[in-house]
């Protein structure tokens, strides 16, 4: 079946870029997506890929796609106490999506 | 545009009851998916409809059930409440399937 994996916490000092990675399996996703939960609340989606994109910009966020190694990733730039949160990568199935475990983003100010 | 909404927010049952929770997708979005998140398995795909029909379902007991009305509005009916059911359940709308937009949950707590 589907396996999304992320590594579980990253610290960064404000005003620095974090880099969030995923890795996942199944090559015929359509579409990557990342999504941030905040305490308490539901999932915001933050910004998503097509599969046969390398990269897509928005604003702050920037999107690698590598298809070859399955790997995706999240940069922040200028990161900010506000984007403290939980970070979650998915890839679309079937009607559904396939959820990571989660980063744990930390900023320090 | 008025976002997706789940109620109630919060609900406190005891094993062996019943419950049911509501989920109004955004307005003009047919597709209402929802999940399941737990500190353990993470998030989880329970099931998804689609104009008032079932399209995929999740690897979870037939103890967990939903339905979709004409006016998209779905519910999921858990039965015979287990302590492991205890999670956050959240549901998604989306219009074409491409962006799923998640409301603010419902966490239940099975005492």
């Known amino acids: 079946g589907e396996d999304v994996e992320q590594s579980l916490f990253l610290s960064v000092r404000e005003g620095d870029s974090s880099v969030i990675n995923c890795t996942y399996t199944?090559?015929?996703?359509?579409?990557l997506y990342w999504y941030k939960q905040e305490p308490g609340a539901g999932l915001q989606l933050l910004t998503y890929?097509?599969?046969?994109?390398d990269m897509k910009q928005d604003q702050r966020l920037t999107v690698l796609l590598n298809k070859k190694d399955k790997h995706l990733s999240l940069r922040i730039a200028d990161t900010q106490t506000g984007d403290s949160a939980i970070y979650f990568c998915?890839?679309?199935?079937?009607?559904?999506?396939?959820f990571g475990t989660g980063t744990r983003l930390t900023v320090i100010p | 545009k008025a976002g997706v909404t789940q109620t109630p927010r919060y609900l406190i049952k005891t094993r062996g009851q019943q419950v049911t929770l509501s989920c109004s997708p955004i307005?003009?979005?047919?597709?209402v998916s929802w999940y399941q998140q737990t500190p353990g398995q993470g998030l989880q795909f329970l099931f998804e409809?689609?104009?008032?029909?079932?399209?995929n379902k999740g690897n979870f007991p037939g103890r967990f059930s939903g339905r979709q009305f004409s006016n998209s509005r779905s519910e999921m009916n858990v039965s015979t409440l287990e302590l492991g059911d205890s999670a956050l359940y959240l549901c998604?709308?989306?219009?074409?399937?491409?962006?799923?937009?998640f409301g603010p949950g419902t966490r239940l707590t099975v005492l």
């Open positions: 890929i097509f599969s046969n994109m």
């Open positions: 199944d090559s015929s996703s359509t579409y």
């Open positions: 409809y689609f104009s008032e029909t079932q399209r």
């Open positions: 307005s003009g979005h047919r597709s």
């Open positions: 998915a890839e679309s199935g079937a009607n559904n999506l396939f």
């Open positions: 998604a709308s989306s219009l074409a399937g491409t962006e799923q937009f």
